[in-house]
Antibody
Framework: EVHLVESGGGLVQPEGSLRLSCAAS????????MTWVRQAPGKGLEWVAN????????YYLDSVKGRFTISRDNAKNSLFLQMNSLTVDDTAVYYC??????????WGQGALVTVSS | DVVLTQSPLSLSVTPGQPASISCKSN???????????LHWYLQKPGQSLQILLY???SRFSGVPDRFSGSGSGTDFTLRISRVEAEDVGIYYC?????????FGQGTRLEI
């Protein structure tokens, strides 16, 4: 059974940094694109970034380019999102999802990131 | 970016009655490889998303057959033949044909 568990969320001040992690299990991690999607409070869903199976191709939402970095450790079945220079507009629940080239079949429960002074 | 427009944004349905949600795209979602990457998800209250239908009409494992999907190109529809209490939540369409992946605004279904 596929499991995705996010961690690392929390409260951070504007211009601060945070690193999210996603622990994956139940599938061959390195075979799949992985994606981060966020949902601001009371708002819809927004794709943030994805990375291919071997980690050498990354794609980002324009508004996070240069601030966020997606990465993965296939030996540890883990996905990461390093978030720097955070703004209040980055406040959201961040979901880790399996897939990303064309579809997102499995989602984690999400990690809440709150950017506030 | 592809814009997906869902309608209605909310609907209230009596159990046992049908429901239908539309998702319209401002770009053709037929991929050059011949597939259409339009998917439907349900976000139940307090939960994450679960996929219902992928590539327009294929039901994901375990999804009841009361859920069906149709459409092509830019116009797509999710239908629930007989709504049950467990179907409440927010329904989203998502396209994966063009990067970035984008989502509809969501349709809230209430009983």
């Amino acid at each position: 059974e596929v499991h995705l568990v996010e961690s690392g969320g929390g409260l951070v001040q504007p211009e601060g940094s945070l690193r999210l992690s996603c622990a994956a299990s139940g599938f061959t991690f390195s075979n799949f694109y992985m994606t981060w999607v966020r949902q601001a409070p009371g708002k819809g869903l927004e794709w943030v970034a994805n990375v291919n199976g071997n980690g050498n191709a990354e794609y980002y939402l324009d508004s996070v380019k240069g601030r966020f970095t997606i990465s993965r450790d296939n030996a540890k079945n883990s996905l990461f999102l390093q978030m720097n220079s955070l703004t209040v507009d980055d406040t959201a629940v961040y979901y880790c999802a399996r897939g990303g080239a064309y579809d997102l079949f499995f989602w984690g429960q999400g990690a809440l990131v709150t950017v506030s002074s | 970016d592809v814009v997906l427009t869902q309608s209605p944004l909310s609907l209230s349905v009596t159990p046992g009655q049908p429901a239908s949600i539309s998702c319209k795209s401002n770009q053709n979602l037929l991929h050059r490889e011949g597939k259409t990457y339009l998917h439907w998800y349900l976000q139940k209250p307090g939960q994450s998303l679960q996929i219902l239908l992928y590539e327009i009409s294929s039901r994901f494992s375990g999804v009841p057959d009361r859920f069906s999907g149709s459409g092509s190109g830019t116009d797509f529809t999710l239908r629930i033949s007989r709504v049950e209490a467990e179907d409440v939540g927010i329904y989203y369409c998502m396209q994966g044909t063009h990067l970035p992946l984008t989502f509809g605004q969501g349709t809230r279904l209430e009983i």
